[in-house]
């Protein structure tokens, strides 16, 4: 399959299969167009037609083109045959290990805001706490399922993780203690909102944990309007210190300024561009996904104008790289030649599988979009997974899982999607969610034309 468009001055030929990009002039672009419906004949008739004004526009260079398009089809560059979708059944159905947790230290939240999926932290539950023996329980049932992995992957998650930091640290301490006598290695990730955030917490995040994920929503009007204390008042003015502080002295590792955008500001380039300019470099932008009668939830008008956001986005990063001043968006990030293997690129991201949330009590659920939902109780740390008809839907989730995949160009991009996204629009795992595909869809056009981009720089 090949998908083709134009965007900031590039006429891109994208080929689904084999993952190579070409860029080409006007003649060429509707030539590949045309190419496997129409006979040579018709191709140079329209051609001429189109561009006979042009005097380098002749039948020969016509022909010498196609036969240009031909040697890349044979080459495997165009038209290239899809060999994946069988790979993608057995993949999934062959992995046995667990290789990430994501940990619900704390089931409460310091901040109130309305648009949060998981009900200010409750998960539509109680308040709560996960103890020091459920964590320590958790870390050894990730151990104990992660076969001859070594590299594995630990989220602190919330609620506000900050609540229930004795029992991060104490974790912590006990995984780094066994893990090279279990042949393990543990990449900490820590999501916080910053409101709490002191020096005992930052000079701990920075030396234990791989990434720290920061909750900012761009500019203060934009981040106030939802990311405010159950007083009423607004977040940034506490945060935003917080943050430069936390990444002024990681020392270059990982971390995400990550905000959410609604409704209410479609014009969220104007943020994404807000966090830049207070010094952060990399960042995250994520589309709201709630209910369509939520007062923030993004509408059809909104679409186009999204849209146009990750455009104009996309041209201000290229304009910014040139001027000294890059910073990066999690969406863009695509390595067109070293990127995810091929198992990653059909399987997606393993929730429910190789990926669970632990809830403060223990109970294992697909990923953290789903606790609270009793549905997709998996079973608990201690007995592993009882509820294996859950477990064998999600294996089943990848590229090709639905026939609008089948057909999709994006589909080695977005490994099906989510499944969290698809439960919440459609209520199935297995439907499609029309709108996060649409604005997904656009991001790997603009991060493909970034990448050309650079390239012809």
Not at 152 to 160: I, N, Q, S, T
Request: aromatic share 12%; hydrophobic share 30%; proline share 2%.
């Amino acid at each position: 399959m090949v998908h083709q468009y134009k965007l900031n001055g590039y006429n891109v030929v994208l080929d689904t299969c084999s993952g190579s990009v070409h860029t080409v002039d006007e003649v060429a672009y509707d030539i590949i167009e045309m190419y496997k419906t129409h006979t040579s004949e018709q191709i140079v008739d329209a051609m001429l037609e189109k561009y006979g004004d042009r005097e380098d526009v002749t039948r020969e260079e016509i022909l010498l083109c196609l036969d240009d398009v031909k040697s890349l089809e044979e080459a495997g560059k165009l038209f290239s045959e899809d060999k994946y979708e069988k790979l993608a059944y057995t993949y999934k159905n062959n992995s046995k290990v667990v290789k990430a947790l994501c940990l619900h230290v704390a089931h409460t939240c310091n901040l109130n805001c309305s648009y949060c999926f998981a009900s200010q932290g409750k998960y539509q539950g109680e308040r709560a706490l996960m103890s020091f023996e459920v964590g320590k329980r958790a870390l050894d049932f990730l151990m104990e399922n992660s076969g001859d992995r070594r590299n594995l992957e630990v989220d602190f998650f919330g609620g506000e993780p900050s609540l229930n930091f004795d029992v991060v640290k104490r974790l912590v301490e006990y995984a780094r203690s066994v893990e090279r006598e279990r042949g393990k290695n543990f990449r900490f990730t820590y999501t916080t909102n910053g409101v709490i955030l002191n020096d005992e917490i930052i000079d701990f995040v920075n030396r234990e944990c791989h990434n720290v994920v920061l909750s900012l929503d761009g500019r203060r009007e934009v981040n106030d309007r939802f990311r405010r204390d159950y007083a009423g008042n607004g977040s940034y003015d506490t945060i935003v210190p917080n943050f430069k502080r936390l990444v002024e002295s990681r020392g270059g590792k990982g971390y995400y300024v990550r905000g959410t955008f609604t409704h209410h500001n479609v014009d969220f380039t104007e943020d994404i561009k807000h966090m830049a300019d207070l010094g952060f470099t990399e960042l995250s932008m994520e589309p709201v996904v709630c209910s369509p009668d939520d007062p923030c939830a993004l509408t059809q008008e909104d679409l186009p104008l999204v849209k146009e956001q990750y455009e104009i986005l996309a041209k201000e990063m290229i304009k910014r790289k040139k001027e000294g001043r890059p910073f990066t968006f999690y969406h863009y990030m695509l390595d067109l030649k070293n990127g995810p293997c091929i198992y990653k690129r059909i399987t997606g991201c393993g929730s429910g599988t190789e990926y669970m949330a632990v809830t403060p009590w223990g109970e294992l659920y697909p990923c953290h979009q789903f606790v609270g939902d009793e549905k997709y109780s998996l079973g608990d740390i201690w007995h592993g997974v009882k509820n294996t008809d859950v477990q064998d839907e999600f294996r089943t989730c990848n590229a090709y899982a639905r026939p609008e995949c089948r057909d999709c160009w994006a589909r080695l991009y977005c490994s099906g999607g989510c499944a969290a996204n698809s439960y919440h629009a459609t209520g199935s795992i297995g439907g499609v969610y029309e709108y996060g595909c649409e604005l997904f869809k656009k991001r790997i056009e603009c991060a493909v034309m970034m990448q050309v981009a650079e390239s012809e720089e």
